[in-house]
Nanobody
Framework: VQLQASGGGLVQAGGSLRLSCAVS????????MSWYRQPPGKQREFVAH???????NYADSVKGRFTISRDNAKNTVYLQMNSLKPEDTAVYYC?????WGQGTLVTVSS
């Protein structure tokens, strides 16, 4: 199973970004997908999860600002990030079961 995350970059506080994660090598629609992030100098933390039935849950720190979604036809999971804050700066990883992507860097400037 391979996961390829993309869409990171530099954005000003208050801005938006959409991350994508393309998955290959598994029956994508059967599995839940998650996003995690690791801020500089800190531990990795949970961001959002979407189940195969498209139900979702979020970390309190991103609830109301981030939206996770999936397109089973494209084997892709998304993370729409709005109202970004400097504390959202991190490397963002997508995961499926025990598989992890390589991460994409999001930097939010104040």
């Amino acid at each position: 199973v391979q996961l390829q995350a993309s869409g990171g970059g530099l954005v000003q506080a208050g801005g938006s970004l959409r991350l994508s994660c393309a998955v290959s090598g598994s029956t994508f629609s059967n599995y839940g997908m998650s996003w995690y992030r690791q801020p500089p100098g800190k531990q990795r933390e949970f961001v959002a999860h979407i189940r195969s039935d498209t139900s979702t849950n979020y970390a309190d720190s991103v609830k109301g600002r981030f939206t996770i979604s999936r397109d089973n036809a494209k084997n892709t999971v998304y993370l729409q990030m709005n109202s970004l804050k400097p504390e959202d700066t991190a490397v963002y990883y997508c995961t499926q079961r025990w598989y992890w992507g390589q991460g994409t860097l999001v930097t939010v400037s104040s």
